[in-house]
């Protein structure tokens, strides 16, 4: 999927626009996008983003206790 910056975002925000709270999401958006973090803090307007396939969250997970 590619998305277009708005003018000034950060990429932290164009990730949480498109995705929300996903673990992991900008490390993997700034690997598939090679030199996007030398542009800087602010992205220009309208410059394309590459997101990766993200696999769907896991499951809610079993609550172990170890004392009863």
Do not use: Y
């Amino acid at each position: 999927m590619i998305v277009r910056a708005h003018a000034g975002e950060s990429l932290d925000a164009l990730v949480w626009r498109e995705l929300g709270a996903v673990p992991g999401a900008l490390e993997q958006v700034l690997e598939a996008n090679r030199g996007l973090a030398a542009i800087g803090a602010a992205l220009p307007e309208g410059i394309p983003v590459t997101f990766p396939e993200f696999a769907p969250a896991p499951a809610e997970l079993e609550l172990v206790q170890l004392w009863d």
